[in-house]
Every structure is written in structure tokens, then in C-alpha cells.
């Protein structure tokens, strides 16, 4: 979801959520997710920042980890292309205008509009296979999420203020963020774009 209303989460349906979040698997239970819920006047003043950063022009934070891979082969890139294609043509911007396209990513560092910001970070010592449980814990809060009501979209954009970030935050040094996320109640009416999805049997081997 990238469209939001401004309608308050009660924080006991966050702290609901997040606490049978804590179940998602982690190899031998190390649990290596970190997270920071921001809300109110936190989160407007971080909005503030890096609305500000953004109007500047101030250059990107350097990430800390590879978003993607250098050289995507196929068919990987290919479909980064189409999601590009279709994110943007439905806002009706095409591939030139640049200071468009720059706009409308600025909007994941508003949240999209949404009330609560999610971040979450992981130990710069975890290997990949902690990584891959950061990832289960994020879809497990996104499921519950929905069957609360809420909506989310998870953002890795962050990671290019993470610094502004840290001065909200204060997260200790040996952590990485690795993506926001943001959450609420779907704002009805917005347009939005569901990207395609490859067919199974380009994903999915059945060995019978």
C-alpha cells in the first residue's frame, strides 16, 4: 500500500501484532530483528528532516549492505524493469522526466502518509541466513497487519537516510537498518498498482 490516512493505530493493536510477531522462526532462535515504532511527534519531526534533505538535494547516505546485485542477469532484471514501467506509468511519468520520478519517490520518506513508521534494523555481525529471519519476521508483521485492518509497505528506500534516522532513533552502533515500513489504514480511492507476479512454473519446480 502507498496511500495512507493520517487515522491513528492504536497502540494495542501495534504491541498485539509485534508480540505474536515474535513467534516467526530464526535459525536456533536467535530472534536478530530490532524495531523502533515512531509515531506522532518523533515521526513528524524525522518526516521534517529528510523532507528537508530531500528539498536540499544533500546527497544520499551510503548504504550498508548491497540493495541489489550490480549486473541483475536475466530474468531478474527484466522484471525490475517492468516494476519500474508499471509503478510509473501509472502515475503517468515517463522514463525522461527524471525530476518527476525523483517526486514521486520522495513519498516514501513521508511514509506515504501513513501514522506509524516501522524500522527495522540487524546486527552488522548476522550472516545471511539471520537476514533471511529479519525477513520472515517483516512478512509475519505485515500479515497480522492485515488481519488487524492495516495496511503496510515496506521500504528499503530508508536506508539512504538511515543517518537522519539514527538522530530520531539513537539505535546503538553495531546495527544496520535495513528497511522502514510503513503502517495504517488504507486511504479508499487512491490509485494504486498491482505489479505482476512471474508464473509458478518459472518459480516453482515440482519433483513428483
Same mark, same amino acid.
Given at each position: 500500500m502507498?496511500a495512507?490516512t ?7 493493536v501495534?504491541?498485539?501484532v509485534?508480540a505474536a510477531a515474535?513467534?516467526s522462526?530464526?535459525g ?5 530483528w ?5 509515531t506522532g511527534?518523533?515521526?513528524?519531526e524525522?518526516?521534517? %528532516?529528510?523532507g528537508?534533505?530531500?528539498a536540499e538535494?544533500?546527497?544520499w !547516505?551510503?548504504r550498508?549492505?548491497?540493495?541489489? +546485485?550490480? @549486473? *541483475?542477469k536475466?530474468?531478474y532484471?527484466?522484471?525490475?524493469s517492468a516494476?519500474?514501467?508499471e509503478?510509473?506509468?501509472a502515475?503517468g511519468?515517463? %522514463? ?6 525523483q517526486r514521486?519517490?520522495s !513519498?516514501?520518506w513521508q511514509?506515504?502518509g501513513? +501514522?506509524? @513508521? *516501522?524500522?527495522c534494523?540487524i546486527?552488522r555481525?548476522?550472516?545471511?541466513p539471520?537476514w533471511?529471519?529479519v525477513?520472515m ?8 497487519l492485515?488481519a488487524?485492518?492495516l495496511?503496510?509497505c515496506?521500504q528499503?528506500a530508508?536506508?539512504?537516510y ?8 539513537s539505535p546503538?552502533d553495531?546495527?544496520?537498518?535495513f528497511c522502514?515500513m510503513?503502517i495504517g489504514f ?5 490509485d494504486?498498482v498491482?505489479?505482476g507476479?512471474a ?7 515440482f519433483?513428483?
Amino acid at each position: 500500500m502507498r496511500a495512507f490516512t493520517s487515522e491513528p493505530v492504536p497502540r494495542a493493536v501495534l504491541e498485539r501484532v509485534l508480540a505474536a510477531a515474535a513467534w516467526s522462526p530464526s535459525g536456533s532462535n536467535l530472534q536478530p530483528w530490532h524495531v523502533y515504532i515512531v509515531t506522532g511527534e518523533p515521526l513528524a519531526e524525522l518526516k521534517r %528532516r529528510t523532507g528537508g534533505r530531500v528539498a536540499e538535494g544533500t546527497p544520499w !547516505d551510503e548504504r550498508e549492505y548491497e540493495m541489489y +546485485p550490480p @549486473a *541483475l542477469k536475466s530474468p531478474y532484471h527484466e522484471r525490475r524493469s517492468a516494476f519500474g514501467k508499471e509503478r510509473y506509468s501509472a502515475l503517468g511519468i515517463t %522514463r525522461e522526466d527524471w525530476e518527476a520520478r525523483q517526486r514521486a519517490a520522495s !513519498d516514501n520518506w513521508q511514509c506515504f502518509g501513513a +501514522p506509524v @513508521a *516501522l524500522f527495522c534494523y540487524i546486527d552488522r555481525d548476522m550472516g545471511r541466513p539471520q537476514w533471511a529471519d529479519v525477513g520472515m519476521y517483516l512478512q509475519t508483521v505485515m500479515l497480522l497487519l492485515r488481519a488487524e485492518g492495516l495496511h503496510s509497505c515496506p521500504q528499503m528506500a530508508w536506508s539512504v537516510y538511515r543517518k537522519t534516522v539514527a538522530e530520531i532513533l539513537s539505535p546503538p552502533d553495531g546495527l544496520i537498518l535495513f528497511c522502514g515500513m510503513s503502517i495504517g489504514f488504507e486511504r479508499v480511492g487512491a490509485d494504486h498498482v498491482r505489479t505482476g507476479r512471474a508464473p509458478i512454473e518459472e518459480t516453482v519446480t515440482f519433483v513428483e
